[in-house]
């Protein structure tokens, strides 16, 4: 082998060598962000409480982004009845580390105030839930509650004031009142008072959608 022909197959190595050592690299930088699924976190209101769960907002939600959106995301329900924020701040690690979410949904906190916790107690679980979604990466839509007009206008006007706060200081949209056009209508509300029937759930979702689109 004379020493031109050794060179340019030394070269060629090089050349082969680099390319291979690029290949990672480049495929690193064109990867896109594959996380798409969005979590909600919620109690009765979203955990399809004494209806069907297919009738439920959060099931009809898979329905509409799989009709709306390009590459639907999947839809996680993590919602339990009866669950207050101190409960779900408990399982909300384990639930980011599963489903590594590009969209938290959190719609807690009308179990805390049924037991009596202030809003600030009920302020505090939020903010840590937040923040945690955030850290992990996820954008986070947060769905108020109101309760009925017995606990007085202060507590809910208190009530409202939480979620307002937590909204402006963590920049997160904000659906003041998950139920709206809903609450007030007996023929959309179950014989409690507190769940809304079936046939209100698409107007629950409606109230949702326009502010999660965007995040999706």
Same mark, same amino acid.
């Given at each position: 082998?004379? $020493?031109? %022909?050794?060179?340019? /197959?030394?070269? %060629?190595?090089?050349?082969?060598?680099?390319?291979?050592?690029?290949?990672?690299?480049?495929?690193?930088?064109?990867?896109?962000?594959? /996380?798409?699924?969005?979590? =909600? @976190?919620?109690?009765?209101? %979203?955990?399809?409480? !004494?209806?069907?769960?297919?009738?439920?907002?959060?099931? +009809?939600?898979?329905?509409? #982004?799989?009709?709306?959106?390009?590459?639907?995301?999947?839809?996680?329900?993590?919602?339990?009845?009866?669950?207050?924020?101190?409960?779900?701040?408990?399982?909300?690690?384990?639930?980011?580390?599963?489903?590594? &979410?590009? *969209? #938290? =949904?959190?719609?807690?906190?009308? !179990?805390?105030?049924? /037991?009596? +916790?202030?809003?600030?107690?009920?302020?505090?679980? +939020?903010?840590?839930?937040? *923040?945690?979604?955030?850290?992990?990466?996820?954008?986070?839509? +947060?769905?108020?509650?109101? *309760?009925?007009?017995?606990?007085?206008?202060?507590?809910?006007?208190?009530?409202? $004031?939480?979620?307002?706060?937590?909204?402006?200081?963590?920049? @997160?949209?904000?659906?003041?009142?998950?139920?709206?056009?809903?609450?007030?209508?007996?023929?959309?509300?179950?014989?409690?008072?507190?769940? &809304?029937?079936?046939?209100?759930?698409?107007? #629950?979702?409606? !109230?949702?959608?326009?502010?999660?689109?965007?995040?999706?």
């Amino acid at each position: 082998m004379n $020493q031109a %022909s050794g060179m340019g /197959r030394v070269a %060629s190595m090089g050349w082969l060598l680099a390319g291979l050592l690029l290949m990672p690299m480049l495929a690193c930088a064109k990867a896109p962000d594959t /996380r798409a699924a969005v979590l =909600v @976190v919620g109690d009765s209101l %979203s955990a399809a409480h !004494n209806i069907p769960a297919a009738s439920g907002w959060v099931n +009809l939600l898979q329905q509409r #982004v799989k009709q709306q959106i390009k590459a639907p995301p999947a839809i996680i329900n993590a919602s339990i009845s009866g669950e207050t924020t101190a409960g779900a701040l408990t399982r909300l690690p384990g639930l980011l580390e599963k489903h590594r &979410p590009s *969209v #938290v =949904v959190i719609e807690l906190g009308g !179990n805390d105030a049924l /037991r009596g +916790l202030t809003p600030a107690q009920l302020q505090g679980n +939020l903010e840590k839930m937040i *923040v945690a979604s955030q850290k992990a990466g996820a954008k986070v839509l +947060l769905l108020g509650i109101d *309760v009925p007009p017995n606990y007085g206008p202060a507590y809910r006007q208190r009530l409202r $004031q939480t979620y307002a706060a937590l909204a402006k200081q963590y920049d @997160v949209p904000l659906l003041p009142f998950l139920l709206e056009g809903v609450a007030l209508k007996p023929n959309l509300m179950q014989a409690d008072g507190l769940h &809304p029937t079936a046939a209100a759930q698409p107007q #629950v979702l409606d !109230n949702v959608w326009p502010l999660l689109k965007p995040l999706l």
